[in-house]
């Protein structure tokens, strides 16, 4: 079937097949030593995933042996990004013109994480943006769990004042500025991972580690 007849009819080309290759992969036990993870983070033009686009996005994948390799690219959210916004993350409308879309970056991305766990501060908001555009374009995420940094750390060091990863970062001295941009995000979620890690995981029962605490992988589509 021609694929752009495919998505013209909204049938994402062999969404089926990642899909179930996805589902294969997720149901593999796997070994965080062995894998390393994907700490992964958006800016958006808003809180909505039905009104709201994606102005950037920031992958940091950690490796088994401690170097890391790093997926960042802005994105034409396809609409305006309000003042307010702005001010936050600091990336305007004249940052994303001529940037690629959602669509045309996700396969990237998806293959750039592929086989690792992702790791995000609020995973829901940010793969509440992701998922819906990576299976419209025919695909799945490859990886075999997902960890929320922020349910991670309300768990690992209960009592906090705040559980913004801003403020986790500055309580436990890891901060160097540049919040609210995607890689920079990326960074501190890596480093709260560790520490959470460090925290509740024991060595060598990944297994038990994911069971309890890896969150659902609907929000990976599946």
């Known amino acids: 079937m021609n694929d752009d007849f495919s998505l013209r009819c909204g049938r994402p080309p062999l969404a089926w097949e990642a899909r179930r290759e996805a589902e294969e992969r997720a149901s593999e036990p796997f070994d965080l030593s062995h894998t390393?993870?994907?700490?992964?983070?958006?800016?958006?033009?808003?809180?909505?995933?039905?009104?709201?686009?994606?102005?950037?996005?920031?992958?940091?994948?950690?490796?088994?042996?401690?170097?890391?390799?790093?997926f960042q690219t802005?994105?034409?959210?396809?609409?305006?990004?309000?003042?307010?916004?702005?001010?936050?993350?600091?990336?305007?409308?004249?940052?994303?013109?001529?940037?690629?879309?959602?669509?045309?970056?996700?396969?990237?991305l998806v293959e750039f994480a592929?086989?690792?766990?992702?790791?995000?501060?609020?995973?829901?908001?940010?793969?509440?943006?992701?998922?819906?555009?990576?299976?419209?374009?025919?695909?799945?995420?490859?990886?075999?769990?997902?960890?929320?940094?922020?349910?991670?750390a309300r768990r690992a060091f209960p009592g906090l004042h705040s559980y913004s990863l801003e403020n986790l970062s500055r309580f436990f001295d890891f901060d160097s500025g540049?919040?609210?941009?995607?890689?920079?995000?990326?960074?501190?979620?890596?480093?709260?991972?560790?520490l959470v890690c460090a925290k509740l995981r024991a060595p060598g029962c990944d297994e038990a580690f994911c069971k309890e605490f890896a969150s659902p992988l609907r929000l990976l589509g599946m």
Request: charged residues 20%; contains cysteine.
């Open 36 to 70: 390393g993870f994907t700490a992964l983070d958006i800016e958006t033009t808003g809180l909505s995933p039905q009104f709201c686009g994606i102005v950037e996005i920031a992958a940091l994948k950690v490796l088994p042996d401690g170097r890391s390799e790093t």
């Open 74 to 108: 802005l994105v034409d959210p396809k609409c305006v990004i309000p003042r307010a916004v702005t001010a936050i993350h600091g990336i305007s409308g004249d940052m994303v013109r001529g940037a690629p879309c959602a669509e045309e970056v996700v396969g990237g």
């Open 114 to 152: 592929a086989g690792t766990p992702l790791v995000l501060h609020n995973a829901p908001f940010d793969l509440g943006f992701l998922t819906p555009v990576v299976r419209r374009r025919g695909l799945a995420w490859r990886s075999p769990a997902v960890f929320d940094t922020l349910k991670l």
């Open 178 to 194: 540049g919040h609210h941009r995607a890689l920079a995000d990326c960074e501190y979620c890596a480093k709260l991972f560790r």
